[in-house]
């Protein structure tokens, strides 16, 4: 059973800024790369909230054929082949199955073969995913483009520290900080909102020297530098928006 808090992630709208495009025959198609279905997987389901698995898997086509050689002159030969698996995409309990194509061209006589199968295993992933809504690409079938979002890079900005003070609160539970550094987190965060004229790098190095020195008995080194980093977040938002 999907959280509520996973199911609110899902209904938010498919950020036009990580589409791509490619050229396919005389057309442009808009596709989500894998890296990024992954690392959104990751984020909204947790790195041990979700699992992908081939179950089956054809070569539908495996050939040869001579070709020119530019380089070297004469003929060399292209090895291609063409794959299909199916894959299902696994989590919390509810299953997302659908098949993926993969083609692979090489000159030498194995390379095609490992460049179709993870062609089609990332597809596969792909068309997984986008079962669960235009977060993952759904909204891409769509003609009239809805459920593709525009987002302002204020919302933007909240979005990457909502994403840092989550990793910030799961190395917490990985015993990497403690209440004590949350504590600190507050009172520099107080701090620099009461001090806006203060330059943040200034917030910064006093946060690093607060949690060395001052906490000192109370802090490791890791959770001093992850401190910091959450206060590094606040500089590249700030940063970012007074760009704009």
């Not at 498919?14 to 894998?34: C, F, N, P």
Request: aromatic fraction near 10%; proline fraction near 0%.
């Amino acid at each position: 059973m999907l959280s509520d808090k996973v199911k609110s992630e899902l209904l938010k709208d498919l950020d036009s800024s990580i589409i791509k495009t490619r050229k396919q025959g005389t057309a442009q198609v808009a596709y989500l790369e894998g890296s990024q279905v992954i690392r959104d997987l990751n984020k909204i389901f947790g790195f041990d909230g979700w699992s992908f698995e081939i179950t089956d898997e054809k070569m539908l086509v495996d050939s040869t054929r001579e070709v020119e050689d530019k380089y070297k002159g004469g003929q060399k030969t292209q090895y291609f082949c063409s794959y299909r698996v199916t894959g299902s995409l696994i989590i919390d309990g509810v299953i997302k199955s659908d098949i993926g194509l993969g083609d692979g061209v090489a000159y030498q006589p194995t390379g095609h073969y490992s460049m179709a199968v993870k062609g089609a295993s990332t597809d596969a992933l792909k068309r997984c995913a986008r079962q669960f809504g235009n977060r993952f690409g759904l909204a891409l079938y769509f003609d009239d483009h809805s459920g593709i979002a525009d987002y302002t890079q204020d919302e933007k900005n909240e979005e990457y520290m909502k994403r840092e003070e989550e990793k910030f609160m799961l190395d917490r539970k990985a015993n990497i900080v403690t209440q004590s550094t949350l504590k600190l987190l507050n009172k520099l965060t107080t701090e620099l909102e009461a001090n806006e004229d203060k330059n943040i790098d200034w917030m910064i190095e006093k946060g690093y020297c607060f949690a060395k020195v001052t906490n000192y008995n109370e802090l490791t080194e890791k959770e001093a530098l992850a401190l910091v980093k959450v206060l590094k977040a606040k500089k590249k938002a700030n940063n970012a928006t007074n760009k704009n």
